[in-house]
């Protein structure tokens, strides 16, 4: 099965990613992902990546992928570039805080659900912006609100969950 949540000009496809064992991980990610994408675009859809790591748009819209252990996400705009997250929660969100946020942000994350949002909006933003290098701590600062990137341009985020996955998009 493939869902889909249309955010103004996004369009964000999931689906679940295979448990197929005789597959890599990787293997069953990427056969995920070419499930969506021949969904969206027809059959023989390829992504192109760029020096930078980044998805090359097809066919005139702008691509963001992501994966969490559970769901292969594709998200596709034709008006503007985006960045897409999807993950669940784990206990390492928190071990590994100080890395991805601020000392201010460290401050005021109280939930579990608090550092599982502030994961996917930086993994979302880190991905829009498309800076190679840029710190998600010291670079990226979801609180307070709002987001701005380097560029000076204001982030808009949008949350969603499906089922234990949270979805964040950025655009």
Excluded at 34 to 48: D, K, P, V
Excluded at 72 to 85: C, E, M, P, T
């Amino acid at each position: 099965m493939i869902g889909h949540i249309v955010c103004e000009s996004t369009h964000i496809y999931y689906t679940e990613i295979p448990q197929d064992v005789t597959l890599s991980r990787r293997e069953r990610e990427r056969a995920a992902v070419c499930r969506l994408l021949e969904h969206r675009f027809g059959a023989g859809a390829e992504i192109e990546h760029a020096a930078s790591g980044a998805p090359l748009p097809i066919g005139g819209c702008h691509i963001s992928v992501s994966h969490s252990h559970r769901l292969a996400v594709v998200a596709v705009d034709s008006v503007r570039k985006i960045g897409v997250d999807a993950e669940e929660y784990r206990p390492k969100l928190r071990d590994v805080a100080p890395r991805y946020l601020s000392s201010y942000e460290l401050d005021h994350v109280l939930t579990d659900d608090d550092y599982l949002r502030l994961w996917t909006s930086k993994e979302a933003i880190y991905k829009l912006a498309g800076i190679l290098g840029l710190s998600l701590a010291d670079g990226i600062e979801v609180l307070p609100a709002p987001c701005i990137l380097p560029a000076s341009r204001p982030v808009a985020l949008h949350h969603f969950r499906v089922e234990s996955t949270h979805l964040t998009l950025a655009r």
